[in-house]
C-alpha cells in the first residue's frame, strides 16, 4: 500500500525512480513508494523535472503544486503535492481503463 500522507492542504508522496526507462509509465508499488519508469536520464536534474512533468499531466495538476522535499539526487524521493487529498491522489495514478486488465 502507498505510503500517502495528508497535511496542511496535501500530501506527501515516496516515489522510487528508475531513469533510463523505454517509456513514462508508473510501474506499481515497492515498500509503500510508487515505482515510476521515465525515460529521462538521472543528470543534471533532468529525472526530477521529468518525474514531476509525468505526475502532473497524470493527476491533472500543474507542475507548480508540486515540491521536491527529498531525493534530489537520489532513486528514492519523497514529494509534496499542493491543494489534492489522498483519496483523490490514489485515483488518480489508478491505469486508465485502456491499461487495466480485464
Not at 516515489?15 to 515498500?31: F, I, L
Not at 527529498?70 to 495514478?93: I, M, P
Request: no cysteine.
Amino acid at each position: 500500500m502507498l505510503d500517502i500522507r495528508e497535511a496542511n492542504g496535501g500530501v506527501t508522496l515516496r516515489v522510487r525512480v528508475q531513469p533510463r526507462s523505454p517509456r513514462d509509465e508508473v510501474a506499481g508499488e515497492r515498500a509503500g513508494a510508487l515505482v515510476v519508469r521515465l525515460t529521462a536520464a538521472p543528470v543534471g536534474g533532468k529525472a526530477n523535472a521529468a518525474l514531476v512533468r509525468f505526475l502532473a499531466r497524470r493527476l491533472g495538476r500543474p507542475a507548480s503544486a508540486f515540491r521536491l522535499l527529498r531525493g534530489q539526487a537520489s532513486r528514492d524521493k519523497v514529494l509534496r503535492l499542493e491543494g489534492v487529498t489522498a483519496a483523490a491522489l490514489r485515483a488518480g495514478l489508478e491505469p486508465p481503463a485502456s491499461e487495466a486488465g480485464p
